[in-house]
């Protein structure tokens, strides 16, 4: 499968615990980016890697999140002291930028996190 | 700021009906539009795009979209349904060309199709 790859798919988790998920994006993508999904809501966009910077970060993102990507490859996503507003779907795209124009997101099947 | 509308939250139609799910964006400058599926508990799927070009767009599966520039729509259509379809759909828009350009998504429409 030459796809974007995501673990776990699923992690029930007690308030207050750090979670971590990994992304693993198509193999020749230099970008990649993490969403946040809710319930009822369409996703939205938390940060994005080109290589290994992190050039953007959203609002949504608190200092509870943290996002790497060390070697330009895969790439983690911890929530340190997680609360139940945290419950959501944490999709990953990758994408291969090749200077101006569209650079198509490729999404992951995400990570639906629920927090007891 | 670009923003996306979807309107109809749900829309039940029984297979083999044509359907037509709804999208309005809001931008500023020249944007590239999409529709994707997403299947229950998967992520998401890309449907169609508009770039540029003829305002007509097919994608996989049978959906087209029509890009309408004065009304600022973006409506995905398919003439008969399949119990298959039964989905969320998400509309989003784009904006810019090169550097990071950020997409927005709609709240999406939940297709029911009945048997």
């Known amino acids: 499968d030459t796809g974007v790859s995501q673990d776990p798919r699923h992690k029930i988790t007690k308030r207050g615990q750090n979670v971590t998920f990994r992304c693993d994006p198509i193999?020749?993508?230099?970008?990649l980016y993490w969403y946040r999904q809710t319930l009822g809501q369409g996703p939205e966009f938390l940060t994005y890697f080109q290589n290994e910077a992190q050039l953007e970060k959203s609002r949504l993102l608190s200092d509870r999140f943290s996002a790497e990507r060390p070697k330009g490859s895969f790439s983690t996503l911890e929530i340190q002291r997680t609360e139940q507003g945290d419950s959501a779907m944490y999709l990953c795209a990758s994408s291969l930028e090749r200077g101006r124009g569209l650079h198509e997101q490729f999404f992951g099947p995400g990570t639906r996190l629920t927090v007891l | 700021a670009q923003s996306v509308t979807q309107l109809d939250s749900q829309v039940p139609v029984f297979e083999e009906a044509p359907v037509e799910l709804r999208c309005n964006y809001s931008s500023s400058v020249s944007v590239y539009l999409f529709w994707y599926v997403q299947y229950p508990n998967q992520g998401l799927q890309l449907l169609l795009k508009?770039?540029?070009?003829?305002?007509l767009v097919k994608g996989i599966n049978g959906f087209e979209a029509e890009f309408n520039k004065s009304q600022t729509s973006f409506h995905l259509r398919k003439p008969s349904v399949h119990i298959s379809d039964t989905a969320e759909y998400f509309c989003a828009v784009s904006e810019g060309s090169g550097g990071y350009q950020k997409v927005t998504f709609g709240t999406g429409t939940k297709l029911q199709v009945i048997p």
């Open positions: 193999s020749e993508h230099n970008r």
């Open positions: 508009y770039l540029s070009g003829s305002t």
